[in-house]
């Protein structure tokens, strides 16, 4: 018992100091490792199985919607990266720059790339001629490079894993249609898949992507109060493909523009995992994205039987991931471990255990503690995780919920961002001067305008003249 204390204790208290707790979280759940160069983190095999288990699932969900993968060159030439104005400018502060090659230096400068919409535009300016060649629904997985000035890991770091889609249509109606499409499929598969409930909606003027003509987003509100933007999809309409000659010809021989999409997800994803389920004791992963769903754990393993048995019962679960810890730490120690690494379920079974035809399951989230005849022990498996999975999302959604407040004035605005971590909706005139004071007031930025609108007011929460929409804000990661 003094290990598994020893263990638990290697984690500060999210009450104590929530920024310390991830921290401790993510090293002690061996989800990464820092790395020699600064901002970059090693993915460790748990952490990224998690992602492997992300990825496996959002590659199925966009190939659904007719999504091909492609692969695109980590380096950007500088002309290319000019060509559209308000891009380069967007991104020129954190942009990594390759000098020379071996001993020589370059003749032009290449950009390692922080995001691919030039390569993507080059590229579909070579193959796209005629509306027979619309629409393009292409998704890239890759990793880029954002020079932060403050990095955190999962969250804000140099080198990140990500996917981009980015597609070109013949119509606004059809781009518009697909921006809004995937931005679905993302808060779908985080209320679903992740159990992290999401508001959906668009992004201010000054906060949408650069070069794009409109912003969607999915917010999570994390345990601490803050929000994190989980995952983005962007309508370009037809400025890149103005800026870079993407033409078609349509149906009557008329030479036409075509219309962009692109949107993303990355590794950031997996810090709104922890911070929206973890605890005290550590991760605590939902159901569906576990690498692990349940971990057997003999009692008195050395006795005759208790092993044999532990893979006997392993042997059922065909359809789930299931591990038996044969290690020779004391059973103390391993639940302390399992917990630490959020793993949804542990399946104890001993001598008494097999004697009863029974073992004892015992749910992460929760801790209760379930007696199940080794005979109904699949079936009791599957309904205890969709319990969880659903209990989860539940949770999740009450936290967010209970920490959304409304406020009408700055007054109650400062009050409630000093006293009340969480979202605050508030209406607003939609002038960026008054976006601007909100942040400088309080460091709540605005988060998104929601889909689904409230009329919380007639006057803007800052200056008080006409509301023109209700809108989330936020201190956000």
């Known amino acids: 018992m003094a290990q598994e204390k020893k263990l638990v204790e290697a984690i500060t208290s999210m009450e104590e100091d929530f920024a310390q707790w991830y921290t401790d979280v993510v090293k002690k759940a061996e989800l990464i490792e820092y790395s ?94 005629s509306y027979r060649d619309l629409p393009k629904l292409y998704n890239q997985w890759c990793s880029v490079v954002r020079w932060e000035k403050t990095t955190r890991p ?10 981009e889609g980015h597609t070109a249509h013949a119509t606004a109606e059809e781009a518009e249609e697909r921006t809004i499409q995937m931005l679905n499929v993302y808060a779908d598969f985080c209320e679903n898949v992740l159990a992290i409930p999401m508001i959906k909606g668009k992004k201010s003027e000054k906060e949408r992507f650069a070069g794009a003509e409109s912003t969607y987003t999915i917010e999570a509100l994390m345990h601490d109060g803050k929000a994190l933007q989980s995952g983005t999809s962007h309508n370009f309409g037809d400025g890149f493909a103005r800026a870079f000659d993407i033409q078609y010809t349509d149906k009557n021989n008329k030479l036409q523009y075509v219309h962009q999409t692109s949107w993303g997800v990355s590794t950031r994803i997996i810090g709104a995992i922890i911070m929206v389920h973890g605890d005290n004791n550590g ?26 048995k532990a893979y006997e019962i392993k042997e059922k679960f065909s359809s789930y991931r299931v591990k038996v810890d044969d290690s020779d730490k004391s059973p103390g120690w391993k639940f302390s471990e399992q917990e630490m690494r959020g793993i949804p379920i542990r399946i104890e079974i001993g001598p008494k255990d097999i004697e009863k035809n029974q073992a004892v399951i015992v749910r992460r989230d929760t801790r209760e503690k379930i007696f199940v005849s080794l005979d109904e022990i699949v079936n009791k498996v599957d309904e205890i ?25 700055m007054k109650e605005f400062e009050h409630i961002i000093e006293e009340k971590p969480g979202f605050i909706k508030a209406m607003w005139c939609m002038d960026e001067a008054c976006e601007m004071e909100i942040k400088d007031r309080t460091g709540a930025t605005s988060r998104c305008m929601p889909f689904e609108q409230e009329h919380l007011d007639d006057n803007c929460v800052c200056c008080g003249k006409p509301a023109k929409v209700m809108a989330y804000w936020g201190k956000a990661y």
Request: with cysteine; proline share 6%.
């Open 385 to 409: 995780l969709k319990n969880m999975q659903a209990d989860m999302l539940k949770k999740a959604r009450d936290h967010r919920d209970s920490h959304t407040y409304v406020a009408k004035d």
């Open 36 to 129: 020699s160069i600064k901002g970059c983190m090693i993915i460790r095999p748990y952490g990224y199985a998690i992602w492997e288990n992300i990825q496996k699932q959002l590659d199925a969900d966009f190939k659904a919607t007719g999504v091909e993968n492609v692969y695109m060159p980590l380096f950007i030439p500088e002309s290319l990266l000019q060509k559209e104005k308000d891009h380069v400018e967007g991104f020129a502060p954190e942009v990594a720059w390759v000098t020379h090659g071996g001993n020589e230096k370059l003749q032009e400068r290449l950009c390692v790339r922080p995001t691919s919409e030039t390569l993507f535009c080059d590229f579909y300016s070579n193959i796209i001629h």
């Open 154 to 163: 999962f969250l804000r770091s140099t080198e990140l894993l990500w996917q």
């Open 283 to 308: 991760l605590v992963l939902p159901p569906r994205i576990a690498p692990i769903q349940a971990m057997i754990i003999p009692i008195n393993q050395k006795k005759e039987g208790v092993l044999d």
